[in-house]
């Protein structure tokens, strides 16, 4: 089972292709990073600890706007329609990137939307319970699940995100059952 994602910087490709930027130049005003989920998620971290190291290095603002919704699929989708003058940026994960475009050929947008930029982390998919449960390792939680199937719920920061799948592919490994309740972040979702 897969055990971690990968969160990439998108920049909308138009602009920096039909009309190159030098590094001199730019930017030139203020550049804001989408981050497709909700805020104080592990996207949203990224996005402002790298926005703030942006602003210091370049001497302009850089700011951070959330979109959740969709599995990222809104924000992508508000950068691939932005003006391709390099002001905004993606901070796309393999969710946005990579998950959506494989389960669903009719996206708003595609891979040719976005450049990738540089890789800023390495996200692990935790499994946690509450201790209500009573349960204190794998092997309890799924004998608890077994017990009761369907009866216990598992969050995710939307459908078709990593650790949606992430949590599939454990109800299958495991052969158990859960409810699957989708947040748009990973902040509602904890």
């Not at 002001?87 to 669903?104: D, K, T």
């Not at 158990?176 to 904890?190: E, R, S, W």
């Amino acid at each position: 089972m897969p055990k971690a994602g990968i969160i990439l910087a998108f920049i909308f490709a138009l602009g920096t292709i039909s009309s190159p930027v030098s590094a001199a130049s730019y930017p030139t005003g203020t550049v804001k990073i989408i981050a497709p989920f909700a805020a104080g998620g592990g996207v949203d971290t990224v996005a402002r600890l790298f926005a703030e190291k942006l602003t210091q290095r370049w001497g302009q603002s850089v700011i951070v706007e959330n979109r959740p919704g969709a599995s990222g699929g809104i924000g992508a989708k508000l950068v691939a329609d932005a003006a391709p003058n390099g002001s905004i940026i993606l901070l796309g994960n393999v969710g946005s990137q990579a998950i959506n475009p494989a389960m669903n050929d009719k996206l708003p947008y595609t891979e040719s939307d976005f450049v990738p930029i540089t890789q800023l982390a390495r996200v692990a998919e935790v499994l946690v319970v509450t201790p209500r449960l009573g349960v204190r390792d794998v092997q309890s939680l799924i004998r608890l699940a077994k017990d009761r199937p369907g009866k216990l719920n598992f969050g995710s920061a939307g459908i078709g995100t990593p650790n949606h799948l992430a949590g599939l592919l454990f109800l299958k490994a495991a052969g158990i059952q859960a409810v699957h309740i989708p947040y748009t972040g990973t902040a509602p979702a904890l």
